[in-house]
């Protein structure tokens, strides 16, 4: 309970000063967003990926020995505090390091790869019905000062290349199609979009209907 109140002052008092106060209410009061439920067939994955050119870049799983090391360290406790408490519900990480600092990450849940991993409560929202060896990815985050460079869009691909290569043959996730950063990565990735959602949310509750 304790690290679940830190990661949440945490993360209010970073998206704040990061964006400001209403970058946060949005998080949690809106009205008929539009969500965007996404597929992906990994077996023809075969993204382009240009990464700047800048060696300093390593693709990590995230997990227990990770956070552990002090070699590696978050730029916002937030994001440290909560890979920590997936990690301890069976969720399983993707990061990117740069300098031996996490400027990326994202989480995941899948069958295949972590047996223990639970099906994600997204996947009853969004009316995602998956199909055997999946994984249900959620919750990338890239630091601010390192966004437009194109580098959400490799990581991402790094990421697809490597579920497909762990075993997955299709990945599912959704974005929000008013985040046009998030829109076109998916595009430029060639996810298949599965319809849109309606979804209003008024802090715990949430309705959701087909656009």
């Known amino acids: 309970m304790f690290e679940y109140l830190a990661m949440r002052l945490f993360h209010v008092t970073e998206t704040v000063k990061m964006n400001g106060l209403r970058s946060l ?6 009205t008929k967003r539009i969500a965007v439920p996404v597929e992906m067939d990994l077996s ?6 240009k990464w700047p050119n800048d060696n300093s870049f390593k693709c990590i799983e995230i997990n227990h020995e990770v ?3 002090s070699d590696y360290s978050y730029k916002f406790k937030n994001r440290k505090l909560k890979a920590s408490r997936n990690i301890k519900k069976g969720l ?15 989480w995941y849940s899948s069958p295949t790869i972590s047996p223990g ?5 997204d996947l009853i929202w969004l009316g995602i019905a998956p199909r055997e060896n999946y994984a249900y990815a959620f ?19 790094s990421f697809l290349l490597y579920l497909r290569d762990h075993g ?23 996810w298949k979009e599965l319809g849109k959602l309606k979804v209003s949310r008024f802090l715990v509750i949430k309705r ?3 656009e």
């Open 44 to 49: 023809g994955f075969k993204p382009s990926l």
């Open 117 to 121: 991993s639970p099906e994600h409560k």
């Open 92 to 106: 399983c990480g993707y990061g990117l390091l740069r300098n031996d600092e996490v400027i990326a990450d994202l």
């Open 168 to 190: 997955i043959d299709w990945a599912y996730g959704y974005y929000w199609a008013d985040n046009l950063q998030a829109l076109w990565v998916h595009r430029l990735l060639k």
């Open 25 to 30: 209410l949005n998080e949690v009061i809106y």
């Open 208 to 210: 959701v209907w087909r």
């Open 67 to 69: 956070l552990d090391q």
């Open 139 to 157: 919750d990338m985050f890239l630091v601010p000062e390192m966004r437009g460079q194109n580098i959400a869009t490799c990581f991402q691909g």
